[in-house]
């Protein structure tokens, strides 16, 4: 069945797995309704989308396809971070190489590009693994320190006055380096500035005593 989708949507399950969109399942029955048995079509997509193909499509953060392969709707945070933890257990079963800073590194990635609060990334992704837990708050403690180094660079830089080139050559650094620590720096203190921008609004866009919207199925 997986070849006849295939065969069908080479752009989702041909040489490149794409994500699927929520309720594909649904979609492709409306689309071929006397082609795919209800239950072994969900099965042959269950099988597909524990695939880790698939898996790192999703880890990495591309957003959800449709049939027609025009991309509708974002990956959420904790899809990417779970598909990233999978994707890592699977290849540290194989691989004698340490793969946890690699994973770190990609979680911190994930983190920034979803442009979320650490708290509220944290509520969002982490889970009843306790040890997966512990290695997003060591990716998280490695992010902090990271940024500090970053942040006290472009204090010196900027009170330095001199240009890129002489600031690096002054302390011995590679100036691409430090152009792209200074800029990693800047990133994040916009990204800061925007977050507390939008805290206050989060807080009175909606009284304590309203329920929240029920969620999308």
Same mark, same amino acid.
């Given at each position: 069945?997986?070849?006849? $989708?295939?065969? $069908?949507?080479?752009? $989702?399950?041909?040489?490149? @797995?794409?994500?699927?969109?929520?309720?594909? *399942?649904?979609?492709?029955?409306? +689309?071929?309704?006397?082609? *795919?048995?209800?239950?072994?079509?969900?099965?042959?997509?269950?099988?597909?989308?524990?695939?880790?193909?698939?898996?790192?499509?999703?880890? +990495?953060? %591309?957003?959800? @396809?449709?049939?027609?392969?025009?991309?509708?709707?974002?990956?959420?945070?904790?899809?990417?971070?779970? =598909? $990233?933890?999978?994707?890592?257990?699977?290849?540290?079963?194989?691989?004698?190489?340490?793969?946890?800073?690699?994973?770190?590194?990609?979680?911190?990635?994930? *983190? %920034? !590009?979803?442009?979320?609060?650490?708290?509220?990334?944290?509520?969002?992704?982490?889970?009843?693994?306790? =040890?997966?837990?512990?290695?997003?708050?060591?990716? @998280?403690?490695?992010?902090?320190?990271?940024?500090?180094?970053?942040? !006290?660079?472009?204090?010196? @830089?900027?009170?330095?006055?001199?240009?890129?080139?002489? *600031?690096?050559?002054?302390?011995?650094?590679?100036?691409?380096?430090?152009?792209?620590?200074?800029?990693?720096?800047?990133?994040? =203190?916009? !990204?800061?500035?925007?977050? +507390? +921008?939008?805290?206050?609004?989060?807080?009175?866009?909606?009284?304590?005593?309203?329920?929240?919207?029920?969620?999308?199925?």
């Amino acid at each position: 069945m997986l070849e006849q $989708l295939a065969g $069908l949507y080479p752009h $989702l399950f041909g040489a490149v @797995f794409r994500p699927l969109k929520r309720g594909i *399942f649904q979609d492709i029955q409306a +689309a071929h309704p006397e082609l *795919f048995e209800r239950e072994a079509l969900k099965i042959a997509l269950g099988i597909h989308t524990r695939s880790t193909r698939y898996l790192q499509s999703v880890a +990495a953060g %591309e957003r959800r @396809f449709d049939l027609a392969g025009q991309p509708v709707e974002d990956m959420a945070p904790e899809h990417v971070h779970h =598909a $990233l933890l999978e994707v890592y257990r699977r290849k540290k079963a194989r691989s004698t190489e340490d793969l946890l800073p690699k994973l770190r590194n990609r979680m911190m990635a994930a *983190f %920034e !590009a979803s442009g979320l609060t650490r708290d509220a990334y944290t509520e969002r992704v982490q889970s009843r693994d306790e =040890a997966a837990n512990a290695i997003l708050q060591e990716a @998280f403690a490695e992010w902090s320190a990271r940024n500090a180094k970053d942040e !006290a660079l472009l204090r010196a @830089f900027e009170a330095s006055g001199q240009t890129l080139e002489a *600031f690096a050559d002054m302390y011995g650094m590679v100036a691409r380096t430090v152009g792209q620590q200074l800029e990693r720096a800047r990133r994040v =203190a916009a !990204a800061a500035a925007v977050a +507390a +921008a939008r805290a206050p609004a989060a807080a009175t866009a909606e009284p304590a005593d309203t329920a929240p919207a029920a969620p999308a199925t």
